[in-house]
């Protein structure tokens, strides 16, 4: 396994700011939305109740990836989103008709969630279309992270420091994530980053996604997060 140090320099060799390969009008083919600045971040508990969501931006429009490619979700999927000066919070409402038949059995942090139901965001804070963050957590609250170099590569002996929890409901399950911009790389001088959205329904084998292209979801698949400014610039640990 890595050790921290070796961690530290991988992030920063493959999160170094590089010149966009694509052309202005590439960014308003992709799937886009502008995100909310709060004054008043939520609690982390899995549970969207907190009056600041009602806010966010709310992004909804996610289709399947497998089984059937581009068939609409069959079950509904809401992510909010709010930044601050330190954080990037992200509220997954996982609507399910069957929450009975959610799959949750992983409980230790760190352990493998593949036989779970989860969501993950991806965030390519350079809008490289090569590289991005990828964090995940199951209907339990057990989180992954990873990096995802070239469009090839997932990586998932990276670690950082970030928050989340999840909580089951009657009408399936909420997860609340806190991503700290200091555990992150980015440009700070660029107002919009490329970031994903997915969600795993093991029972169906089903696998949504907000933005793809023939079923692929790396980085260079990603859509367009605008409107983030004035955050604090961290060492991206």
């Keep these: 396994m890595m050790k921290i140090i070796d961690r530290t320099i991988l992030a920063s060799l493959l999160f170094l700011p590089v010149v966009p390969t694509f052309a202005a009008n590439e960014v308003e083919e992709r799937k886009t939305f502008v995100i909310t600045r709060t004054d008043s971040p939520p609690r982390i508990d899995g549970r969207l109740d907190d009056p600041v969501w009602r806010d966010a931006v709310v ?59 989860r969501f993950f965001i991806s965030i390519d804070s350079f809008n490289s279309m090569r590289n991005d963050y990828f964090f995940a957590v199951n209907s339990n ?13 997932f990586i998932a002996d990276w670690t950082a420091i970030w928050h989340a929890e999840s909580a089951l409901n009657e009408s399936g399950w909420a997860t609340e994530m806190a991503i700290p911009f200091k555990s992150i790389s980015f440009d700070p001088e660029l107002d919009f980053w490329g970031v994903n959205f997915g969600r795993w329904i093991i029972r169906k084998q089903e696998f949504d996604l907000w933005s793809s292209n023939g079923r692929l979801w790396w980085a260079a698949e990603n859509g367009v997060m605008s409107g983030i400014h004035d955050i604090q610039q961290g060492r991206g640990l």
């Design 59 to 117: 992004v909804d429009d996610f289709h399947q990836n497998t089984p059937r490619y581009r068939d609409p979700a069959t079950e509904d999927t809401l992510v909010r989103l709010l930044y601050d000066d330190d954080y990037l919070y992200i509220g997954a409402e996982l609507r399910d008709r069957d929450p009975a038949g959610i799959k949750a059995t992983q409980l230790i942090q760190g352990g493998n969630t593949n036989s779970d139901d």
């Design 141 to 153: 609250g057990i989180r992954s992270e990873a990096l995802r170099e070239n469009n090839t590569r």
